[in-house]
């Protein structure tokens, strides 16, 4: 199965702009889209059975290992917003996913981004054979 052939496995988060998320001037601060990743990488292990427990009762951990934003627009105090999360299938032992906020007001584009995660043992040794249930996880989501 090539790249084109491959099921695209998404999903979303809505998310409040909360006043602790936003800096002096009322706008999102730069650190908080982390967090708008995390909580859309939790929605996607929750809607495919991947979540981070998952990955650890297999034996293993999934850190991440890059982390990147790219800014478009701001989003304020008390705005709603989604982050869309879409899995990127490699062949390589990784996750990786890209990401895109909307502001819910405009539907505009507001950041996106993408992060890379590695899997690690539990003596934390970097697995470079892709594990064993994550090869039978992208078989059963036909991302293989």
Excluded: C
């Excluded at 706008?27 to 939790?42: C, M, T």
């Amino acid at each position: 199965m090539n790249e084109y052939s491959r099921k695209q496995l998404t999903a979303e988060k809505v998310f409040d702009v909360r006043f602790s998320e936003v800096d002096s001037m009322s706008i999102v601060w730069h650190g908080s889209y982390a967090l708008y990743f995390e909580d859309a990488r939790e929605e996607f292990g929750r809607k495919y059975n991947l979540e981070y427990l998952t990955i650890f009762e297999n034996g293993f951990y999934a850190p991440l290992v890059e982390l990147h934003f790219d800014y478009k627009k701001p989003l304020q105090y008390q705005e709603s917003a989604k982050v869309v999360i879409s899995y990127r299938p490699v062949d390589a032992a990784k996750l990786i996913f890209d990401y895109a906020i909307y502001s819910l007001k405009t539907n505009e584009l507001v950041a996106t981004g993408y992060s890379v995660q590695v899997f690690l043992d539990r003596n934390h040794q970097l697995s470079f054979a892709t594990p064993e249930f994550f090869l039978d996880w992208k078989r059963k989501n036909g991302v293989l």
